[in-house]
């Protein structure tokens, strides 16, 4: 993954190491942007401030106003995945307001309501990206919060090309969790669902998960969750879902063998990938959207006598992000959001990592 561009930044009064202050005095421009960031590796976040760079030409800026708040970020504090620079301004389903457009930019106007999800930018000439499949650019493309800050501030600017107009049916604390949580899990669906009533399983019943109920049973599915929490069945089935199976009832997963067709894998926890693998029917896909640190065990028996598939899949390029809105927007298609103050972005983060948002947080500007 690239890291193109960039930004300039100075700390508030002794917020910082000496490394920054000393830059400071170069960076009195009054048009600072103000953030939460996280200054190293699994730091909680705190007040910062930066000087962007320059609009570009083909750039815009929102004032923010939604944050949605998805594992990837509390990932990206800790360095989970090694890639994550510092200070890190995290935030990747960001809503806002335009307030500024650049030069060349001709699709989007001052006081448009627009959003941003993880790709910032992709290299726009490789054939995936020709084919609208810039999350697997082959140059890589350039992450919202990879190298550059994100939707935790009161401003961000970015690209327009990569900027998603909203549907005025979808509400903005609605909107946000879509960007990543509902393109995540709306791709698959599109990519292995070949026909209608198959039967599709969905393991985890989180931010993605409750997603992913919702879509598959507005594209014709028969819907099994997979859970570990006996309490979120109720819930579970009012998003649409026909079957419920608690993981450690033994009985009611051995009678669930081999029947799923397409199993969209969403914990951020590596689970038994044997289990997973023997509820798939022949032909089936058990699809990893979830992004464990950990790997996975794989039985070759199971993969080759079943004739079965393991995938993994990462949000979207630009035509399906504006597609999964649209169909969001037309089957009312909305996460359970609960709201908190940006200024609450750590305690957010604890409950999150704690497994008990229900089902997805999502920040709003004080
Ligand atoms: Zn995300
Ligand atoms: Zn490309």
Redesign the pocket.
């Given at each position: 993954m690239s890291t193109r561009g960039g930004t300039r930044e100075t700390a508030r009064k002794g917020s910082l190491p000496n490394a920054f202050s000393k830059r400071k005095k170069n960076l009195m421009s009054e048009n600072r942007f103000q953030a939460y960031a996280s200054l190293q590796p699994g730091a909680r976040l705190q007040p910062w401030e930066y000087e962007p760079e320059p609009l570009g030409k083909a750039e815009i800026e929102i004032r923010v106003t939604h944050n949605?708040l998805?594992?990837?970020?509390i990932h990206m504090r800790d360095n989970d995945w090694g890639i994550s620079t510092y200070p890190l301004v995290a935030g990747?389903?960001v809503v806002g307001i335009v307030t500024q457009t650049g030069a060349d930019v001709v699709t989007l106007a001052v006081g448009d309501r627009v959003g941003f999800?993880?790709i910032r930018d992709a290299c726009r000439q490789c054939d995936h990206c020709l084919q609208g499949e810039e999350n697997t650019c082959r140059e890589g493309y350039t992450g919202l919060i990879l190298g550059h800050h994100g939707g935790f501030a009161d401003k961000l600017r970015a690209p327009a090309d990569f900027a998603y107009k909203l549907p005025d049916a979808l509400d903005s604390s609605s909107a946000a969790p879509l960007l990543?949580?509902g393109i995540?899990v709306y791709m698959p669906l599109r990519t292995y669902m070949t026909r209608p009533a198959m039967k599709v399983g969905v393991m985890g019943i989180g931010g993605l998960g409750h997603l992913a109920v919702k879509y598959a049973k507005a594209m014709g599915a028969e819907v099994t969750v997979f859970s570990t929490s006996p309490d979120k069945e109720a819930e579970t089935k009012a998003f649409g879902a026909h079957h419920f199976h608690i993981w450690e009832n033994t009985e009611a997963m051995k009678k669930a063998r081999s029947s799923q067709d397409l199993i969209i894998h969403t914990s951020p926890e590596a689970t038994n990938s044997e289990t997973a693998l023997n509820l798939l029917a022949n032909n089936g896909t058990l699809c990893l959207v979830g992004l464990p640190t950990g790997s996975i065990d794989i039985s070759v028996t199971a993969l080759v006598f079943g004739q079965k598939t393991v995938a993994g899949s990462l949000?979207g390029g630009r035509g399906f992000m504006r597609e999964m809105l649209d169909f969001s927007a037309v089957h009312k298609i909305t996460p359970m959001v609960e709201t908190m103050p940006l200024s609450q972005v750590n305690e957010a983060m604890d409950k999150v990592a704690a497994n008990k948002a229900r089902y997805r947080i999502v920040l709003t500007a004080e």
């Open positions: 949605g998805c594992h990837t970020d990747h389903e999800g993880w990543c949580a995540t949000v």
